[in-house]
């Protein structure tokens, strides 16, 4: 008999095993790539059976494919959800969730700092759909408690924060959350299952961008979103089924692919980032670095408690202005100058002039988020390579 999901106890064995649709007619070890737009029924009764909802069975990509069901089930058993639905990219999850738990004349509190596209859909988007929001110092639970209206159906953040890396002690949000009988909804994409259980803090709903950490290789954009059966089969029964942010097959089954090495690039990303952020935090140089993994982060606490590792995601600022940080980032040579994160290869970025240009310079001051701030996501390369680069773009940089 084979195991299911809850008899495989540890992680880095479900990344590989659960979830598994196989290949019933052939055996094949990879479960094919079902890439179709439609599956034929036996008669007429079939298909209307299967619409109705009365039949199992698949009816139309857009509305369920086997390759993409593995990921969903993978996805469930790694975040310890019962259920998950998969999305064309992350930004699909985002909205695609938020908008199956929001209709006109609700309200949610958001923390003011999180992805910019995120920021950029609740801030510019929701107005113009009667829903309105408060935007809060996430970590000021007296801010986020006094945010609460009688229209207030959710709370939504990041942890850690993209992209100073501020991190939320999601206990305290639960706990608010509980008080005020509010869906707690957050962004699991800088951790992975592998450093961070939302679940285990009773968050509601767990999304992640899959094109990050879970797909790992820069060559796929997706979203996942995790929670209960019910909370996933009323976002595809609304709002992925009638706003369409689909997934592929092809790219379901390259993440699924992926996620068989989570674990073991996960700890390698942190192995690197570790060495890195202690490279930083000592250069002459270097103004200040924003790691969790560091003693002087204002969230090291979480580390081991809430957060297993600090993960592969650094900010910092360079000595000087915005024109040192540009002429540091212009003669690096092995780190990759790109936005996202997650892949085998370290990408370093400007979130002020890139992926938090969707804030106006107010609002990224009112985030935290620094004109001057720097991200890199340290990759696989030898941390010898990254760092030498790193030294040799700083003294080029004077
Ligand atoms: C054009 S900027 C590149 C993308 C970046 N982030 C994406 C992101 C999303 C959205 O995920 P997609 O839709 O799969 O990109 C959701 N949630 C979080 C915490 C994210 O970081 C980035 O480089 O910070």
Same mark, same amino acid.
């Given at each position: ?6 008899? &495989?106890?540890?992680? $880095?064995?479900? %990344? ?5 649709? @196989?290949?019933? !007619?052939?055996?094949? /070890? =990879? ?46 058993? &790694?975040?310890?959800? $019962?259920?998950? %639905? ?5 930004? @699909?999850?985002? !909205?695609?969730?938020? /908008? =199956? ?298």
């Amino acid at each position: 008999m084979k195991s299911s999901n809850k008899q &495989l106890k540890h992680l $880095e064995t479900r %990344a590989i095993h659960s979830g598994r649709v @196989g290949d019933p !007619s052939f055996g094949s /070890l =990879a479960t094919p790539i079902h890439q179709t737009s439609t599956f034929i029924f036996d008669n007429v009764e079939q298909g209307a059976n299967r619409f109705a909802g009365e039949e199992q069975g698949y009816i139309y990509s857009r509305l369920g494919n086997p390759t993409v069901r593995e990921l969903e089930q993978k996805m469930a058993a &790694l975040e310890n959800t $019962e259920d998950a %639905a998969a999305f064309g990219s992350g930004m @699909g999850a985002v !909205s695609a969730t938020l /908008l =199956a738990n929001l209709k006109q004349g609700d309200h949610l509190v958001a923390s003011s700092a999180l992805y910019g596209c995120s920021f950029a859909l609740i801030n510019h988007k929701f107005p113009d759909f009667g829903i309105e929001v408060t935007f809060v110092d996430i970590t000021d639970e007296q801010e986020v408690e006094k945010a609460i209206q009688e229209n207030t159906k959710l709370i939504y953040f990041e942890t850690p924060i993209n992209p100073n890396l501020v991190c939320v002690d999601m206990a305290k949000i639960s706990a608010i959350a509980k008080r005020h009988n509010l869906l707690t909804i957050m962004d699991n994409t800088f951790m992975s299952p592998v450093l961070q259980q939302p679940s285990d803090f009773d968050m509601d709903l767990i999304i992640h961008s899959a094109t990050k950490y879970l797909n790992g290789h820069g060559d796929v954009i997706g979203g996942i979103v995790c929670g209960s059966e019910e909370q996933i089969g009323h976002i595809k029964m609304t709002t992925q089924k009638d706003m369409g942010a689909t997934m592929s097959p092809n790219d379901a089954w390259l993440i699924t692919r992926g996620l068989k090495t989570l674990s073991v690039r996960v700890e390698r990303h942190c192995d690197n980032a570790e060495k890195v952020a202690d490279y930083l935090a000592t250069h002459s140089d270097i103004e200040q670095v924003y790691y969790p993994g560091l003693k002087d982060h204002p969230a090291h606490y979480l580390i081991g408690t809430q957060m297993k590792r600090a993960g592969g995601v650094i900010a910092f600022e360079v000595k000087g202005g915005f024109d040192d940080a540009v002429r540091f980032m212009n003669q690096l040579d092995l780190c990759h100058i790109a936005v996202s994160l997650g892949d085998a290869e370290t990408l370093i970025q400007h979130p002020a002039s890139m992926t938090h240009s969707t804030y106006t310079p107010e609002e990224r001051a009112e985030a935290g988020i620094s004109e001057t701030l720097i991200r890199i996501s340290v990759g696989l390369e030898h941390h010898d390579d990254i760092i030498a680069d790193l030294e040799q773009a700083l003294k080029r940089m004077k």
